[in-house]
C-alpha cells in the first residue's frame, strides 16, 4: 500500500462541444494521454488535434487547453506531479486576453 505519492492521476470526460478551457498550474507539471476522442489541444497559442493513443508533457506554469472537437465523447488521463501544492493548483486564464479570443481567430 502507497501512503504518499508524488503523482495525482485524473480521468476526465468531455462530452462533444464541452473543454478544459485555457488554464495553467503553477507548481504543477502534466502528462495528457487520450483513451478516446477528438481534442483540439492548445499550448500557449499553438493547437493541434489529438487522439487515441496520443500523449503530451507540459511543464508547470504553461497555459493549455483541451477541447472535444469530435462527436464523441473525450476520454483522457491527466498525470500531474507534484501531487500536493502549497498554493492554488489550477489557475483559469479563458477569460483574459489573448486567451479569450484565441479560438475565435
Known sequence: MVKDTN???VRAQLPPGEAHKFH??????EIL????????????????RM???DSLYLPAGIIHGTYNVGSEL??????????KSDGPITI???NQE????????
Open 7 to 9: 503523482l495525482l492521476f
Open 51 to 53: 487522439g487515441p493513443g
Open 98 to 105: 489573448p486567451w479569450q479570443s484565441l479560438r475565435a481567430s
Open 74 to 83: 473525450l476520454d483522457f488521463l491527466a498525470i500531474l506531479s507534484p501531487a
Open 24 to 29: 495553467y498550474h503553477p507548481q504543477m507539471e
Open 33 to 48: 494521454y487520450v483513451l478516446s476522442g477528438t481534442a483540439e489541444q492548445w499550448v500557449e497559442a499553438d493547437k493541434r
Open 92 to 94: 483559469e486564464v479563458s
